[in-house]
Nanobody, 120 residues
Framework: VQLQASGGGSVQPGGSLRLSCAVS????????MGWYRQAPGKQRELVAS???????YYADSVKGRFTISGDNAKNTVYLQMNSLKPEDTAVYYC???????????????WGQGTLVTVSS
């Protein structure tokens, strides 16, 4: 299983970006997928997550601005980021808890990071 994150870039404050995380490989079931971020000198933090049954979680700092969604047909999870602030600048990572077959345990996977820079 591989996770490929994309969509990062540079944007001015107030702007928007949409991150994508495409999952490839043998997948029986998604248990959950999420987005983390790590700013320079800070610990990695959970930004948003989406469970296999559609429950979502958002960090307080992004509530009302970010939206996580998934496309089961494309095995892809998205993070729509609106009203971006300079403090949103970080490397964003996607992760997934996946069962590759019915009898397999749930395993955790990370994607590579994608850099988001919010600056005027």
């Amino acid at each position: 299983v591989q996770l490929q994150a994309s969509g990062g870039g540079s944007v001015q404050p107030g702007g928007s970006l949409r991150l994508s995380c495409a999952v490839s490989g043998t997948i029986f079931r998604f248990n959950a997928m999420g987005w983390y971020r790590q700013a320079p000198g800070k610990q990695r933090e959970l930004v948003a997550s989406l469970t296999g049954v559609g429950n979502t979680y958002y960090a307080d700092s992004v509530k009302g601005r970010f939206t996580i969604s998934g496309d089961n047909a494309k095995n892809t999870v998205y993070l729509q980021m609106n009203s971006l602030k300079p403090e949103d600048t970080a490397v964003y990572y996607c992760d997934a808890d996946i069962r590759t077959k019915f009898t397999a345990p749930i395993a955790h996977y990370w994607g590579q990071g994608t850099l988001v820079t919010v600056s005027s």
